[in-house]
């Protein structure tokens, strides 16, 4: 017995969908504690090994964040926590103004 099998149906072309724009007077977020260290060493690191790429610098930073004591991450933490309640602040205010 032969089995026949059904010629395929053309699939319908799947329909985009675009994202929504993000508001520009909404709240920037809050940068983390390893952005706020990327940002204050990535000069550092940059003038110490000029001839670097740019996800190469990026590489070191990694391994210079995750060598860090506890004690050496604080005085980022401290900043990523207040940035964080800044940002909270802000978006209440936001949606506030917004509803």
């Known amino acids: 017995m032969a089995t026949t099998k059904e010629p395929k149906q053309p699939k319908e072309p799947k329909k985009r969908t675009t994202r929504r724009k993000k508001d520009p007077n909404a709240p920037k977020r809050g940068l983390s504690a390893y952005m706020f260290f990327a940002n204050e060493n990535r000069d550092i690191v940059r003038s110490e090994n000029p001839d670097v790429t740019f996800g190469q610098v990026g590489r070191i930073l990694g391994e210079r964040w995750k060598a860090l004591t506890a004690e050496e991450k604080q005085p980022y933490e401290s900043k990523a ?19």
């Open 81 to 99: 926590q207040a940035d964080k309640k800044r940002y909270e602040s802000e978006k209440e205010l936001y949606n506030a103004t917004r509803a």
